[in-house]
């Protein structure tokens, strides 16, 4: 299958890629898309396979609940709101205390998969 | 007219028109699950295999269940079409946890199935979750007895004094009834989460693999398993990558290979050593450092790693490409087909929107001689190994009678869209196709979308 020549589109280069001048077949494209995240977000990590991308994969499914922590914090608040999980309810870190209303719901699958008839 | 043609252009020729990707007239056959949009999690397909016959089909689901369909006897009468598979047995294979001890969540979702080859009348398959192997038997029953002494047909007990003649119980046929039931569960081996199972051919071991270690069971002793690969480093602040996918040989019962979130493939060799961290080969394509970029370690990142049948080669997926490796050659892979290259001109939406950590799996088709993967917008690719030829088909209930021939698609990576051509900006990144199995000797295809399962086989004319 013959490569095929990306059609280049100038409004995505950057000041970066027009003085880049070893133009690589298809790689130009690669480095527009990365020049948009690092616009997007400033702060991205210079490696992004290192260290916090793979410790977030292992951590997955881990929900930190202590209910001592959690009373001892409703009965400080008392009157205040308990501060929310944020958008990222999977991520639980730092002060924030999970509340059971920010755990997923256990669910139940014992219903017959609809593959089935 | 008569043309010259090299007698390797003749060979070619013959073989391609004896079962090339692209030759084959690929058909709707059926469609499984529901219809509507509206898609239950659990309802989310997380993989489908055939077993060795290709007479069963198994899927499992994030809801922890499995489905095995079996073919039914091909009816002499009606050659048009191969058998239809129907439903066999049912079975809810995993449960949801929870670990109190790590505060972990244990999802109840079937990450792999693999089936073992069939040594009695009864079936056996092992189905995996992050954290626990089960082995179920899968057996018929078609028969039950009758006439006890001292039970009534409806299981209650007779009086004994009442009974005044004895007589021998039979077996007297009944409704075919499918039991599943697990005979071994094989647990608390993996801290991490586990990406794949694999049965040796002695067909007595077999390999659990999660994102640091991989180990090696016997299928008949749960309590027991034997550490083979382990890159957990010392300090979790060196972590720089994890096993992606593991398998054994088809043939060779000492080696397996296993993949990398770097793009690397190592083979190891159980004759070596008992912990296998030394590699015996390493298989890593050299990338030119002046093409890296942000992205580059992500999508090289392998999803799936899966051996010929022939054992003499080995097929990557990473997230852009399928790559054919030679056993014999370290270096770099022998073939390498694009499957959806015009994303990466959009890997920044990709990122965000966090598809470019999608796991797609591929595979071989019986002879080696066709691979197949799936992409987005519930496109499939295969490419033709012989022919060098590609198509690119989609699994979708519109336009597909039984028997039609399906449609090739082509997506437009930029400039003017041609009639028909689907421009990468309305290619749906919701609909992917992560799990698709080929029947190991027919041309009959499974293929799972979010939450349908759809079976396509060649034109029998």
């Not at chain 2, 949801?96 to 505060?103: N, T, V």
């Amino acid at each position: 299958m013959s490569q095929k020549q990306e059609e280049e589109n100038p409004a995505e280069e950057t000041g970066e890629e027009k003085q880049d001048t070893q133009e690589k077949e298809g790689m130009l494209p690669e480095r527009a898309e990365e020049a948009k995240l690092k616009a997007k977000y400033p702060s991205l990590g210079q490696k992004p396979g290192g260290s916090d991308f793979l410790m977030k994969r292992l951590q997955k499914g881990q929900k930190y609940f202590d209910s001592g922590d959690y009373n001892m914090a409703k009965a400080k608040m008392k009157n205040k709101q308990l501060p929310s999980a944020g958008p990222d309810k999977n991520l639980v870190t730092g002060d924030h205390i999970p509340t059971p209303q920010d755990l997923p719901q256990r669910k139940s699958s014992l219903v017959t998969s609809k593959l089935v008839g | 007219m008569v043309v010259e043609v090299s007698i390797l252009d003749f060979i070619h020729y013959v073989i391609a028109g004896a079962g090339g990707g692209n030759d084959i007239q690929w058909c709707f056959s059926q469609v499984k699950g529901a219809v509507d949009d509206d898609v239950a999690e659990a309802d989310i397909i997380s993989t489908v295999e055939f077993n060795h016959s290709g007479e069963l089909l198994a899927t499992g689901d994030k809801g922890g269940r499995v489905v095995i369909f079996q073919q039914e006897q091909e009816n002499k009468i009606q050659s048009h079409s191969r058998g239809e598979y129907n439903v066999y047995s049912t079975f809810q294979s995993h449960e949801p946890e929870f670990d109190y001890l790590k505060s972990l969540e244990i999802e109840e979702k079937i990450n792999k199935i693999r089936w073992l080859p069939q040594k009695n009348a009864a079936q056996f398959l092992l189905s995996t979750n992050d954290k626990t192997i089960k082995l179920w038997k899968i057996s018929e029953r078609d028969k039950r007895p009758e006439g006890y002494n001292l039970k009534e047909e409806d299981g209650r007990y007779r009086d004994p004094t009442t009974v005044t003649t004895l007589r021998v119980p039979v077996f007297r046929p009944m409704d075919l009834m499918v039991e599943a039931s697990p005979r071994r569960i094989f647990a608390n081996a993996h801290t991490y989460h586990i990406n794949s199972i694999s049965i040796n051919s002695d067909y007595e071991t077999y390999l659990s693999a999660d994102d640091l270690r991989i180990n090696l069971w016997h299928l008949e002793i749960t309590d027991r398993s034997f550490n083979i690969v382990d890159i957990k480093p010392a300090n979790m602040e060196e972590l720089t990558e994890v096993i992606t996918a593991a398998e054994f040989h088809p043939n060779s019962c000492n080696t397996f290979v296993y993949s990398s979130s770097k793009g690397t493939i190592r083979l190891c060799d159980m004759r070596a050593s008992a912990l296998c961290d030394r590699h015996s080969k390493l298989f890593e394509e050299p990338e030119d450092p002046s093409n890296r970029s942000f992205f580059s370690e992500i999508i090289s990142s392998i999803s799936d790693v899966k051996f010929s049948h022939s054992g003499r080669y080995m097929m990557t997926r990473d997230y852009l490409s399928v790559k054919i490796w030679d056993l014999n050659m370290e270096n770099r892979p022998v073939e390498t087909y694009q499957v959806h290259e015009y994303l990466r001109s959009k890997l920044c939406s990709l990122y965000e929107n966090d598809c470019i950590f999608d796991k797609f799996e591929c595979c071989w088709n019986g002879s080696d001689s066709v691979v197949m993967t799936g992409s987005y917008n519930n496109f499939f690719r295969m490419f033709d190994r012989n022919t060098k030829r590609d198509i690119t088909l989609e699994a979708s209930r519109e336009n597909n009678k039984p028997r039609t021939v399906l449609k090739p698609r082509k997506v437009c990576a930029s400039g003017k869209r041609k009639k028909d051509e689907i421009s990468v900006d309305s290619l749906d990144f919701n609909k992917k196709i992560l799990h698709t199995a080929w029947h190991p000797k027919e041309n009959i295809i499974a293929v799972a979308t979010t939450n349908n399962l759809y079976i396509f086989q060649d034109k029998v004319n």
